[in-house]
């Protein structure tokens, strides 16, 4: 049964920055991203990674965040720096392979 388990959210002010983890069990994914989904909205694309470390990111946080993987550790890290109050949101971690596999996620809260 494969398993995404994500660490590093809390609370930060803005301009702060943190750095989320996501241990994935199994076999190596092709894609692992983040997504993230704030209250009363939908769930967004943050950033995508292959395994050959081709990155996506949305506009919103270009130039802000980092993608990054260890395929040796099938880990996903998401290097979020210069943070804004509207990047409050649960930050799922995002996995694919055959199947798409999702984390319970983290909370990532920025105070203004």
């Known amino acids: 049964q494969v398993q995404l388990v994500e660490s590093g959210g809390g609370l930060v002010q803005a301009g702060g920055s943190l750095r989320l983890s996501c241990a994935a069990s199994?076999?190596?994914?092709?894609?692992m991203g983040w997504y993230r989904q704030a209250p009363g909205k939908q769930r967004e694309l943050v950033a995508t990674i292959t395994r050959g470390g081709s990155t996506t990111y949305a506009d919103s946080v270009k130039g802000r965040f980092t993608i990054s993987r260890d395929n040796a550790n099938n880990t996903v890290y998401l290097q979020m720096n210069s943070l804004k109050p509207e990047d409050t949101a649960v930050y799922y971690c995002?996995?694919?392979?055959?199947?798409?596999?999702w984390g319970k996620g983290t909370l990532v809260t920025v105070s203004s």
């Open positions: 199994g076999s190596i994914f092709s894609i």
């Open positions: 995002n996995a694919q392979r055959v199947y798409t596999y």
